[in-house]
């Protein structure tokens, strides 16, 4: 009885020096506002949420076909050139002027794979995903009730403490 007017006593003492101007009162409501919209753990298990549904989407990747595609290109430009041959008649070497030549290369390739059967496990990491993000989905309201709770608790403590306060006053 006596601890607890002075524990009164102090806090409010406190409360006066720290914050000597009007604090502003918050509903229960803007409480749980404020502590959803702040809480790491909360923010923290809603990023994992967000993680297990691209895991989901990533799963089906087994299942979709692969399509890669590629090209090519190559060009070859000769300038002109001296050939020599032997005169079949004179046996002399004469020289012979080519010209340019040059050439071009296309290519293009495209290609596709499916898988068609491996056994069930495309089907099996599917369903994993399916079922971890169910289970962060689960976790994530879980926290998010924990958080509200935590904050209704304290909440009404501190109504509890104030009226106590001011019956002590009185």
Do not use: C
């Given at each position: 009885?006596?601890?607890?007017k002075y524990l009164l006593l102090w806090l409010g003492l406190?409360?006066?020096?720290?914050?000597?101007?009007e604090i502003p009162k918050l509903s229960l409501k803007d409480c749980v506002d404020i502590g959803?919209?702040?809480n790491v753990l909360l923010k923290q298990t809603k990023y994992q949420l967000e993680q297990a549904n691209q895991d989901v989407l990533g799963s089906y990747s087994?299942?979709?076909?692969?399509?890669?595609?590629?090209?090519?290109?190559?060009?070859?430009?000769?300038?002109?050139s001296v050939r020599v041959i032997t005169d079949p008649n004179t046996g002399l070497q004469i020289p012979i002027n080519t010209g340019?030549?040059?050439?071009?290369?296309?290519?293009?390739?495209?290609?596709?794979?499916?898988?068609?059967?491996?056994?069930?496990?495309?089907?099996?990491?599917?369903?994993?995903?399916?079922?971890a993000r169910a289970s962060s989905g689960e976790s994530y309201q879980?926290?998010?009730?924990?958080?509200?709770l935590n904050i209704m608790q304290k909440y009404y403590d501190l109504l509890k403490v104030m009226k106590l306060r001011d019956v002590a006053a009185e």
């Open positions: 009885e006596i601890r607890m406190i409360s006066t020096l720290l914050f000597g101007q959803l919209k702040t087994d299942i979709l076909p692969q399509i890669s595609g590629g090209y090519s290109y190559s060009h070859t430009n000769v300038g002109p340019r030549t040059w050439s071009s290369n296309f290519g293009v390739s495209v290609r596709a794979n499916q898988t068609i059967y491996d056994g069930g496990r495309w089907w099996n990491f599917i369903r994993g995903a399916k079922i879980d926290t998010r009730q924990t958080v509200i």
